[in-house]
Structure formats: structure tokens, C-alpha cells
């Protein structure tokens, strides 16, 4: 009997997928290019009937259903093409190749175009969720391709996530790298969504002085209202953890964050569109000065600043804490949907913008109660230009500024950095402001460099130039 479906790549989440597959009675070919993870996957799974162990990928493509469909699980960049470039003489037209790793958004449109000239069809999908979602459903972004979607969705919609008693976390995303563009940005907003917690945390522990199972309770009563998400859970549970000796294991863990990159392709494809990703870039600037340890020390030694102190009420605090943590995590959503938008405009993509936040709303790292808000706002104007001009969020908004601006204050005057925090409030305030400084630069534009600048009292059609040094000196 043939296989409906072959998985490349048998690490966790590879190997998590193929099991996933068995558990929605799919038959699968499994192969990964070294012997030894594959050993240890047949050791432990290979008894399975659905499961089909290969020992090359001539021997995989053989053993597959037509059209072919097979998944690479596989680390983005050069190994995808070599892989692809082994698979190439044994597929025929009509064969369809599913990239589930991190790849980059635009090597995925340039393999989508590659692939389509020879006759196959190329599939970018972005899937989150970790092991234990590819496991038991994870989100699944998939775009590229669309003649594939039609014998693909079967596969994908049963291993998704499911929400709203049966409704799948997975739903064709658009053209080429557009699924891969969506993944990224879910890792920026989950780049964004760490940093916001762990700014919070840091003001629990350094300003409120709690210990950890203090600051876990905070975290667990969040989870049960409008904070409720993925993230906020996972944190009430690592505070928790003891060490052996009894003391919280977090207060063990060494402060240099790791990124594996998709928060600063995030940060890039935003600068390449003149997207203002304020708040996730300035969490991918808080991985960096995390990982100069070395260098932080140094600098302790010879930089003062204010020692952390709080008078206030602490109760009160705690409350405007988590109402300053919601508004800063949508503030995180809009600026994610902006750069989905304008990628969306560059591309010629047409994404579904509510359908993005409910494939989000389960199996995955950003999922939260959140995105039922968002949802819903797209679903009432599905042109609507940012979150925060939806008259549902801006209850919020108006709600909650207040909390986050006292936030960022009373941490700014104690020394404790808000990078993330601070951002939101700052990307808050300059969009709603009606006229910036920036009047000012383009008339110091002008001065050094010619730019011209354009007048409030002529067509904004016109541009001016003025010789600044000659007027001065009149």
C-alpha cells in the first residue's frame, strides 16, 4: 500500500508530525539524511503499521500515492535546496513539496517560481506550536502553490489544531512565500509577547520585591481573564519549578536570551517597508544586550543609576501591571498585522486577516484570548487599516493607557529597563499625534542636504527649498 504523504527530517518536531499523521489513521513515509536519527526513530515508533521507514529518498518517492506530497522538516536556508535538488530526478509533474521548516519568506517565493517552471508545486508552511503541537495540532500556515491546496488540505486540517469545538487552526494563507511571511510574523509577535512579560516580571521581582511563587499566582489569575494565553501559562509554571535545593530554578537560568532569527527577518522586512515594528524590534535589541553578559557586567561596575524603591500600593500596582501588559500586547498585534498589510500591498498578496488571527488561535505560541478580539474586528471592517482604530480595542486602549504610562514612569525613575513597554506607549502616542517634530527634520534635511520639504499652507504637491545659512545671516 502505498503512503499518503512522506516526511523529510525525523528530529522532534519531524518525527512528532509523522506520529500526528499515524493518529489521524494517515499512512506515512518517513526518511531523514542521517541514519542515526532515523535508527532511533524506528527503535521507538518504526512497530507502527501506518509508519514506513526509507533508507533514501528514491526509495521514499517510490513508496508515495500520486501526486507525491512530501513535507521537509528540515533547518531553513542551503539544506532546503539541497534537498530539493536530490528530489528533483525522481518527481513528476504535479508532485507537490511542502516546506514546514523557518524558512525565509522571499527563498520560498523564489522556489515557488522555480519549482512551478518545471512542473511541480511548492508549498511554504509555516507551523507553530513546538513538539508537543506537532504532536497534538499545531498551527499551520500553508501558501505557495494553490493547485496543491486541494490535495494537501485533507492532510493539514486533520493534524491542526482544532478550535471552537472543531474548527481547524489551518487555512491556505495566499500566494509563494506569503505562509512563510505570516509565520514570520507570528514569531515577531511571539518575540514581542516574551519581552512584555518578562519586562513585567522583572518589575515584580526587582521593584515589587515578590518571590516566584508570588509572582506565578499573579501569573495564573491573569490566565483566567482577558491576559489569558499560551505564554501567561507557561510562565505561572516555570515559576513554580524548584531546583533541587528547593529555590526557584528560573532565579538559576543565565540572563542571555538565544533567537534563532525570525524576530530580526521580522525587524528587516519591516525597515525594507517602512513598517514602524517599534515593539518587536526593540525585543529583538533586548535579546542582543541580553547576550553581551560580559560586556553588562562591566558596565555595572562604572555606571550609576537609581536604586529600585516602591512606595505606592502594591495591589494597585499589580492590577496596572497586567491592564499595562494588555495594552502593549495588542499595540504588538497591530504593528504585526501593519507589517502583514504592507507585505500583503507589496506583493500582491490578498490575506485573510481575521482567518490569520483564528489559525492562531490555537495549537500555537501566540495563542490567546486576545485574538478572538482581533478576529472579530476584522470580521466587522476587513479593510480596517490598524487593530487600534477598531471601537471595540479602543475601549481598551482608552481603559488601559493610563496604567501602562504610570508603568513605564515609575520604572524609567527606579532603573529598570522597559524597552518593550516603553515602545508601546511611545508608538501609541505618535500615532495618534496629530503634527510631529518632524516638520523640523525635514527642514534640517533641507538645510544640510537640499531635500526640499513640502508647506502646510501650499499643494502638498509643491516642494521648497530654502537657503537656510543666507536667511539666517540676514
Given at each position: 500500500m502505498s503512503s499518503q504523504i512522506g516526511l523529510i527530517g525525523m528530529g522532534v518536531m519531524g518525527g512528532n508530525l509523522a506520529l500526528n499523521m499515524v493518529s489521524k489513521n494517515l499512512t506515512v513515509s518517513v526518511y531523514d539524511i542521517s541514519a542515526e536519527?532515523?535508527?532511533?526513530?524506528?527503535?521507538?515508533?518504526?512497530?507502527?503499521?501506518?509508519?514506513?521507514?526509507?533508507?533514501?529518498?528514491?526509495?521514499?518517492?517510490?513508496?508515495l500515492e500520486r501526486p507525491r506530497k512530501i513535507m521537509l522538516m528540515i533547518p531553513a536556508g542551503k539544506a532546503v535546496d539541497e534537498v530539493i535538488d536530490r528530489l528533483l530526478p525522481g518527481l513528476e509533474a504535479g508532485d507537490i513539496l511542502i516546506d514546514g521548516g523557518n524558512s525565509h519568506f522571499p527563498d520560498t517565493t523564489r522556489r515557488t517560481r522555480w519549482l512551478e517552471s518545471k512542473g511541480l508545486l511548492f508549498v511554504g508552511m509555516g507551523i507553530s506550536g513546538g513538539e508537543e503541537g506537532a504532536l497534538h495540532g499545531p498551527s499551520l500556515m500553508p501558501g505557495g502553490s494553490f493547485a496543491a491546496w486541494a490535495s494537501i488540505k485533507p492532510i493539514c486540517q486533520a493534524i491542526a489544531a482544532k478550535v471552537d469545538v472543531n474548527v481547524?487552526?489551518?487555512?491556505?494563507?495566499?500566494?509563494?512565500?506569503?505562509?512563510?511571511?505570516?509565520?514570520?510574523?507570528?514569531?515577531?509577535?511571539?518575540?514581542?509577547?516574551?519581552?512584555?512579560?518578562?519586562e513585567v516580571y522583572d518589575l515584580m521581582r526587582k521593584l515589587l520585591q515578590l518571590q516566584s511563587e508570588e509572582m506565578a499566582g499573579i501569573f495564573m489569575r491573569w490566565g483566567r481573564g482577558d491576559l489569558k494565553s499560551y505564554l501567561i501559562d507557561i510562565t505561572a509554571d516555570i515559576l513554580t519549578v524548584k531546583d533541587a535545593d528547593g529555590l526557584p530554578l528560573v532565579d538559576k537560568i543565565l540572563d542571555q536570551a538565544g533567537q534563532k532569527g525570525t524576530g530580526k527577518w521580522s525587524a528587516v522586512a519591516a525597515l525594507d517597508m517602512a513598517v514602524p515594528l517599534t515593539l518587536i524590534t526593540e525585543s529583538v535589541f533586548a535579546r542582543m544586550l541580553s547576550a553581551i553578559k560580559d560586556e553588562r557586567m562591566l558596565a555595572a561596575e562604572s555606571l550609576s543609576g537609581p536604586?529600585?524603591?516602591?512606595?505606592?500600593?502594591?495591589?494597585?500596582?499589580?492590577?496596572?501591571?497586567?491592564?499595562a501588559l494588555l495594552l502593549a500586547r495588542i499595540i504588538s498585534y497591530a504593528q504585526g498585522y501593519q507589517l502583514m498589510r504592507a507585505a500583503g500591498q507589496e506583493f500582491g498578496w490578498t490575506l485573510n486577516y481575521s482567518g490569520i488571527a483564528n489559525l492562531w488561535r490555537g495549537g500555537c505560541i501566540i495563542r490567546s484570548e486576545l485574538l478572538g478580539k482581533i478576529r472579530a474586528a476584522f470580521d466587522r471592517n476587513p479593510l480596517l487599516q490598524n487593530i487600534l482604530l477598531d471601537p471595540v480595542i479602543q475601549q481598551v486602549v482608552t481603559r488601559s493607557q493610563s496604567a501602562l504610562r504610570d508603568v513605564v514612569s515609575l520604572a524609567i525613575q527606579n532603573g529598570i529597563p522597559v524597552p518593550a513597554l516603553s515602545a508601546a506607549i511611545a508608538y501609541l502616542d505618535t500615532y495618534?499625534?496629530?503634527?510631529?517634530?518632524?516638520?523640523?527634520?525635514?527642514?534640517?534635511?533641507?538645510?544640510?542636504?537640499?531635500?526640499?520639504?513640502?508647506?502646510?499652507?501650499?499643494?502638498?504637491?509643491q516642494h521648497w527649498h530654502t537657503d537656510w545659512l543666507a536667511k539666517s545671516a540676514e
Amino acid at each position: 500500500m502505498s503512503s499518503q504523504i512522506g516526511l523529510i527530517g525525523m528530529g522532534v518536531m519531524g518525527g512528532n508530525l509523522a506520529l500526528n499523521m499515524v493518529s489521524k489513521n494517515l499512512t506515512v513515509s518517513v526518511y531523514d539524511i542521517s541514519a542515526e536519527k532515523l535508527d532511533q526513530f524506528l527503535a521507538r515508533h518504526g512497530t507502527q503499521q501506518q509508519i514506513l521507514v526509507c533508507r533514501s529518498t528514491a526509495e521514499l518517492i517510490t513508496s508515495l500515492e500520486r501526486p507525491r506530497k512530501i513535507m521537509l522538516m528540515i533547518p531553513a536556508g542551503k539544506a532546503v535546496d539541497e534537498v530539493i535538488d536530490r528530489l528533483l530526478p525522481g518527481l513528476e509533474a504535479g508532485d507537490i513539496l511542502i516546506d514546514g521548516g523557518n524558512s525565509h519568506f522571499p527563498d520560498t517565493t523564489r522556489r515557488t517560481r522555480w519549482l512551478e517552471s518545471k512542473g511541480l508545486l511548492f508549498v511554504g508552511m509555516g507551523i507553530s506550536g513546538g513538539e508537543e503541537g506537532a504532536l497534538h495540532g499545531p498551527s499551520l500556515m500553508p501558501g505557495g502553490s494553490f493547485a496543491a491546496w486541494a490535495s494537501i488540505k485533507p492532510i493539514c486540517q486533520a493534524i491542526a489544531a482544532k478550535v471552537d469545538v472543531n474548527v481547524p487552526c489551518c487555512e491556505w494563507i495566499g500566494g509563494e512565500g506569503s505562509g512563510h511571511l505570516v509565520k514570520m510574523v507570528h514569531n515577531g509577535i511571539e518575540y514581542g509577547d516574551m519581552q512584555l512579560i518578562c519586562e513585567v516580571y522583572d518589575l515584580m521581582r526587582k521593584l515589587l520585591q515578590l518571590q516566584s511563587e508570588e509572582m506565578a499566582g499573579i501569573f495564573m489569575r491573569w490566565g483566567r481573564g482577558d491576559l489569558k494565553s499560551y505564554l501567561i501559562d507557561i510562565t505561572a509554571d516555570i515559576l513554580t519549578v524548584k531546583d533541587a535545593d528547593g529555590l526557584p530554578l528560573v532565579d538559576k537560568i543565565l540572563d542571555q536570551a538565544g533567537q534563532k532569527g525570525t524576530g530580526k527577518w521580522s525587524a528587516v522586512a519591516a525597515l525594507d517597508m517602512a513598517v514602524p515594528l517599534t515593539l518587536i524590534t526593540e525585543s529583538v535589541f533586548a535579546r542582543m544586550l541580553s547576550a553581551i553578559k560580559d560586556e553588562r557586567m562591566l558596565a555595572a561596575e562604572s555606571l550609576s543609576g537609581p536604586q529600585p524603591v516602591f512606595k505606592g500600593d502594591k495591589d494597585h500596582f499589580i492590577e496596572q501591571l497586567g491592564e499595562a501588559l494588555l495594552l502593549a500586547r495588542i499595540i504588538s498585534y497591530a504593528q504585526g498585522y501593519q507589517l502583514m498589510r504592507a507585505a500583503g500591498q507589496e506583493f500582491g498578496w490578498t490575506l485573510n486577516y481575521s482567518g490569520i488571527a483564528n489559525l492562531w488561535r490555537g495549537g500555537c505560541i501566540i495563542r490567546s484570548e486576545l485574538l478572538g478580539k482581533i478576529r472579530a474586528a476584522f470580521d466587522r471592517n476587513p479593510l480596517l487599516q490598524n487593530i487600534l482604530l477598531d471601537p471595540v480595542i479602543q475601549q481598551v486602549v482608552t481603559r488601559s493607557q493610563s496604567a501602562l504610562r504610570d508603568v513605564v514612569s515609575l520604572a524609567i525613575q527606579n532603573g529598570i529597563p522597559v524597552p518593550a513597554l516603553s515602545a508601546a506607549i511611545a508608538y501609541l502616542d505618535t500615532y495618534r499625534c496629530t503634527k510631529l517634530p518632524a516638520n523640523l527634520l525635514q527642514a534640517q534635511r533641507d538645510y544640510f542636504g537640499a531635500h526640499q520639504y513640502q508647506r502646510i499652507d501650499k499643494p502638498v504637491t509643491q516642494h521648497w527649498h530654502t537657503d537656510w545659512l543666507a536667511k539666517s545671516a540676514e
